[in-house]
């Protein structure tokens, strides 16, 4: 397996194996203070509770066999014990006393009742050595001293230093080695990321990440994937987009050429002519139309907010836009009521208000036949603008109401109209952060209604609250 210095992975061994080692460091220190600290708390106390027992032993037997007491202290022990004069420098012991102790005692020892212990080096080895007065009241000159090897404490100390330095390599390789297993374990989220990345092809995007864990890289695939879903949703809505709008297009295209053919094939009547010039002249028009909503959708699309805002009666503008269908349907023989409460003013674009009316209104038409009813309501509801066009239709069946607002979408292809009316109304809706749904059935009837939040009103007659 080849190693690649730059990952992420190195570098997180790297630095996890830096932290071990510095808190090794750490607590070893700590560790070392401690435990030098401990054994010489303990030196103190075992000296000095020795030297109140010897002290006690050459009081009560007295200095008549002083040396016989001390050479029995010294071999009952790893004691040395001396008796030191600060008048006269001389010193009482069962051995001879090496000249460094003596220096050190002509140097510290004074007449007094204070205590006194330190470490120093005798002939190279460690020493401590207590100093206290021997008795105070009959002979206040006199000092009881006691000297104990301290290469224990050193050696002690010294091995746990050693130690020390030998683990380090050993915890090193451990973090090196753990680190770089551990960081791979944790990492292979992104290793499966990486693999879905190098496959997906940008035509089909049909591999998802597979997610492994449901930490914060887990979340982040399940994010990715849900991402890839929509852009492959939005993919296959644009494959079906265009072989639609080719489809549609297409069609008033080969109504224009054939009628065109069929008028230049040989000479024909005027009103022969005039017929074709009508039929190419209403696919011309059918033509126009899908082409300005094609439009309409791009602009949307592309500029998803509402750009143009000013201040105007909603009130007036669906009122408008109602009216101006009043004559198709009373030759319809369908009845157009109105609903619309007064003096409701909005901040946005006049013109969306008028065609997402103006496409309902239409669609209801177109659905609904004669001695049926059509009523467009408009009012303000908790708060929100709600938008109401309800007809007595044909309806719409179940398995196609989840469709209705996808481009191009028609329950029959020879229904007229291109399929783009619900949804420019769906997208023009959601520039407002509104929303609209629909409730529909066969044989009944359907009812849109949209919903724009309040942020937009400016003003409300009282009469259009509910």
Known sequence: MKIQFNSI???????????????????????????????????????????????????????????????????????????????????????????????????????????????????????????????????PGKMLVVTRSADYIYNTVDSYKQWLYMAIPFVIIFGLVSGYLLSGYFLRQVKAINITAEK???????????????????????????????IYGYSERQKQFTADASHDLRSPLTIIKAEAEVALMKKRKPEEYIAAMQKIENAADAMNDMVDDLLTLASMDSQPDVSAVADFDLSACMGNAVYDWQAPFENKGVQLGRDIAPGIVVRGDSAHFQRIVDNLVKNAFEHTPAGGSVTCSLGVSKGNIIITVADTGTGISAEHLPHIFDRFYRVKRDTPGSGLGLPIVDGMVKMYGGNISVESELGKGTIFTISIPQGWIIDVDPVGLS
Not at 54 to 75: R, V
Not at 202 to 226: C, F, H, Q, W, Y
Request: no cysteine; charged share 20%; hydrophobic share 40%.
């Open 200 to 230: 997906i092809d940008p035509a089909n995007i049909i591999d998802r990440i597979p997610v492994k864990s449901n930490d914060e890289l887990g979340r982040l695939s399940k994010t990715l994937n849900s991402l890839f879903d929509r």
């Open 9 to 139: 992975r190195v570098k997180l061994t790297l630095f996890y194996t830096v932290i071990l080692v510095l808190l090794l460091i750490v607590f070893h220190f700590i560790a070392y203070m401690l435990l030098s600290h401990g054994l010489r708390s303990d030196m103190y106390d075992s000296i000095e509770a020795y030297a109140e027992t010897a002290k006690d032993t050459i009081i009560i037997n007295g200095e008549d066999n002083l040396l016989d007491i001390l050479t029995e202290l010294n071999n009952s022990s790893n004691n040395e014990v001396f008796i030191y004069d600060v008048y006269t420098g001389e010193v009482s012991s069962s051995f001879p006393v090496i000249d460094d102790v003596r220096s050190t005692l002509s140097r510290i020892a004074t007449v007094g009742t204070s205590t006194y212990t330190q470490g120093l080096t005798i002939r190279e080895i460690q020493t401590y050595l207590h100093i206290t007065p021997l008795d105070i009241n009959t002979e």
